[in-house]
């Protein structure tokens, strides 16, 4: 007799550890975007441990974990900050960087870098993309 079993949907946030492993991962992506003279102007005057809750909360959702994300629409939050693509690639470096190191599987880096991509133009601010 063949017994099949159902294989239970896994997300990528149960495979990486779940809020532990997303909390560390938004830890060292932050760390190094504050150390990055091209970006850390923007956070100066920003509650950072309010910014790390919000990210956590938002690759979270993006990871397919709970949705409990309670922040500001992307386009809102940073349209008004005039963030050029330039600094989008730092910042999008700075993530897969973190994910990198702290062993996140290809596969969930590349989904991540994809969601990157679909909600470029939501955070470089209109006027400083060509052609915008
Ligand atoms: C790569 C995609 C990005 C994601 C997913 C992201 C995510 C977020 C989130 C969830 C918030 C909090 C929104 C709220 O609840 O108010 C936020 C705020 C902010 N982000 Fe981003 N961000 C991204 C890229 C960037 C870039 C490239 C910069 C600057 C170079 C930046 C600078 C900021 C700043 C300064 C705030 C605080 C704005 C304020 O408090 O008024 N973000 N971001």
Redesign the pocket.
């Known amino acids: 007799m063949t017994v099949t079993q159902e294989a239970a949907p896994v997300s990528h946030y149960d495979r990486i550890g779940g809020a532990n492993a997303v909390k560390a991962a938004v830890e060292l992506f932050y760390d190094k975007v504050l150390a990055d003279p091209d970006?850390a102007d923007?956070?100066a005057t920003?509650d950072m441990v309010g910014?790390r809750r919000?990210?956590a909360l938002?690759l979270a959702v993006v990871l397919g974990g709970p949705n409990e994300f309670d922040?500001?629409g992307?386009a809102e939050?940073?349209q008004p900050?005039g963030?050029t693509v330039e600094?989008?690639a730092l910042?999008?470096g700075h993530?897969s960087a973190a994910l990198t190191e702290l062993g996140v599987p290809a596969d969930i880096l590349a989904d991540v870098q994809a969601v990157?991509a679909q909600?470029q133009d939501q955070?470089v601010a209109a006027g400083t993309r060509p052609g915008a």
């Open positions: 970006l923007y956070f920003v910014q919000h990210l938002m922040g500001r992307l939050a940073h900050l963030i600094q989008y910042v999008g993530l990157l909600v955070v």
